[in-house]
């Protein structure tokens, strides 16, 4: 049976590394990390996970910064609070919660966060850099960088390795595949173009693999090579009428198969997600640290 690679215990050791080096940071300068979060219109899945960021900074001592906007802003007004944010010496990372509405051109605000506030990582000089071999981005991809996080405390070494990553979004896919190319392994993207023969075959000769393609259960345990670490980032809801909300969640490999198989495994939930806004605190941690010890 495959280790079971517990999110919530791994993000829970991270916040409180997390917790001391805010603490310190107070101690030392007077100053904690701030962390901004832009959210336009009122999506249910949106307003969670910006909920749970809000808790998660009050826990750790990290100031947080809503702006909350209605459906209907305009592109102008959302780019003048990111510029507001951007002069404020206090907020230390700026996220833009994303999607946006059809109205607003998502890359043109991505594009206006300061470079050293970017803690989503996903501003185009920061995967750019992430792109090019000897250059390091000044963030990375909480999602991405959450996996390689899991994998290397579970004591899984990626040098040399064969990964495969399914799913090539900018959110994760594609970075997580720059990620896995910077520690040196040898990488593989598998997408929705990709022959379903050519898929299966490709995974299963794969030492890591990191499901991202939001298709619930689409990874089987006879993929699976034996001994394999398997970082399952996929959330599907499917009916389950035994349940009061009447679904749960799964990821994009079959669990109950590929943990009799794999050497790791996440779950899905309590894998990845705790994870993910971990390193976004760790990542508004880390811009503050440069952004305080610069300046004193």
């Known amino acids: 049976m495959a280790t079971v690679i517990d999110g919530k215990a791994v993000a829970q050791t991270i916040r409180s590394e997390i917790a001391d080096e805010v603490r310190l940071l107070s101690k030392k300068y007077g100053k904690v990390p701030g962390l901004a979060v832009v959210i336009v219109g009122n999506r249910k899945d949106s307003e969670s996970y910006v909920k749970t960021k809000r808790k998660a900074c009050a826990d750790l001592g990290i100031n947080s910064f809503d702006i909350d906007l209605p459906e209907e802003v305009s592109e102008a007004e959302v780019i003048k609070h990111v510029h507001e944010l951007n002069a404020n010496p206090d907020v230390h990372g700026i996220l833009v919660q994303l999607p946006l509405p059809k109205h607003i051109n998502e890359e043109k605000v991505l594009t206006e966060i300061s470079l050293g506030k970017d803690v989503d990582g996903f501003h185009p000089l920061n995967i750019g850099k992430l792109a090019m071999k000897g250059r390091d981005p000044l963030f990375l991809p909480c999602t991405p960088k959450a996996c390689l996080e899991l994998l290397s405390r579970s004591g899984v070494s990626i040098k040399g390795k064969r990964a495969v990553v399914v799913g090539r979004s900018n959110i994760v896919g594609l970075p997580a595949s720059l990620l896995l190319l910077k520690a040196d392994a040898t990488v593989t993207i598998v997408h929705s173009h990709t022959s379903q023969s050519d898929t299966e075959s490709i995974i299963r000769e794969a ?90």
């Open 207 to 296: 030492d890591i693999v990191i499901a991202a393609a939001g298709q619930a259960k689409m990874i089987k345990g006879s993929w699976i090579k034996p001994g394999a670490a398997v970082i399952d980032v996929g959330t599907n809801s499917v009916d389950d009428p035994t349940r009061k909300s009447g679904y749960r969640l799964v990821g994009d490999v079959d669990f109950e198969e590929a943990s009799k198989v794999a050497g790791w495994i996440t779950p899905v939930p309590g894998g990845v997600g705790p994870m993910t806004v971990t390193m976004l605190l760790k990542n508004t941690l880390e811009g503050a640290k440069r952004n305080i010890e610069q300046n004193n």
